[in-house]
């Protein structure tokens, strides 16, 4: 059981004070995956940094598994920081040591035997996917298979308590949700309480059970996800709300596209000033005499010309995709082709 009692967390600075976490409680059963949602600014990272003591509170008691964080004596702080291990959004991983050695790192400083580190690793190795990958350098990998390395390194004194500091923030859609599958399974066979920090409610809408809503220090929305998602009652919570349950309409729309025109693509137009979307849009149907559907588009007109995105479909055809490329190049709009976005 974690428990924050009337939290706070202040930074003195030249320009005064700042109250990154004003007054924050919250409990959380074990093997529960609780996230934080809240802009840049809101508080999250100084929170979830309470949790294992890497930041320590100005007011009020950070409890984790009936210890007193932040009155833990450095000796005991080590010992607990293998309980309440975290991943981090850039991975932090050694890059000079191989995806094993960075595994091993952990028991290393715990001074587990080698023949112990070795079986370990391995173990941990398979149950993150890594077979194979085991003697490569960090600067081989992927971001999910460097992610992998993240969590796995993280397991290593088999943890109570999982903290995820934007942990997939880094990566693009589908890595995304192989790594929060990967936190779900790890989750549920070892009982792990995860705490996730997030500005994007996808991920708390696919993992979490419980969510907090965090606005200028304080929790603004707390409860069960799938209470928050059917009644937000904040506009900050209706705000993330509302983002996510566009972006997953989007996906839909896209995948119906590419089921039913698996031959089509999906182009991302981007508009950065001096372009009009409309006529560029226009003169290209007009010239090739093809039908592109817009799915979707956001752009802004500004003193300076417009700026946003289109996303459109171009349907099979006798026409040259290249060529039509090229003349959007030449007209100033950027183009990303066959986007999952
Ligand atoms: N070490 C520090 N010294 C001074 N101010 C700090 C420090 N750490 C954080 N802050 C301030 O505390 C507030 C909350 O920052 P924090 O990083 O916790 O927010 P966040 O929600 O994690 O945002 P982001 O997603 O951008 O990291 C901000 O105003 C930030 O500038």
Redesign the pocket.
Known sequence: MIELNKVV?T???KKGD????DHVDLKIDKGSIYGVI????????????MFNGL?TPTEGEVIVDSANIGKLSKQDLRLKRQKVSMIFQHFNLLWSRTVKDNIAFPLEIAGVSKSEINEKTKALIKRVGLEGRENAYPSQLSGGQKQRVGIARALANDPHVLLCD?ATSALDPQTTDEILDLLVDINKELNLTIIL?T?EMHVIRKICDHVAV?EN?KFVEEGEVINVFNDPQTYVTQRFVKDDLKADDLQRTLEDFRKEQPNGEIWKLNFVGGTSSEPVLAKIIKTYNIDINVIEGDVKLTQNGTFGHMIVHLPQGDYSKDQIKKELNDLGVKVEVNVSE
Not at 18 to 21: D, P
């Open positions: 967390k930074f003195k600075t700042i109250t990154a976490v809240g802009f840049s600014g809101a508080g999250k990272s100084t929170l979830i940094r930041e934007e920090i500005h965090m220090g």
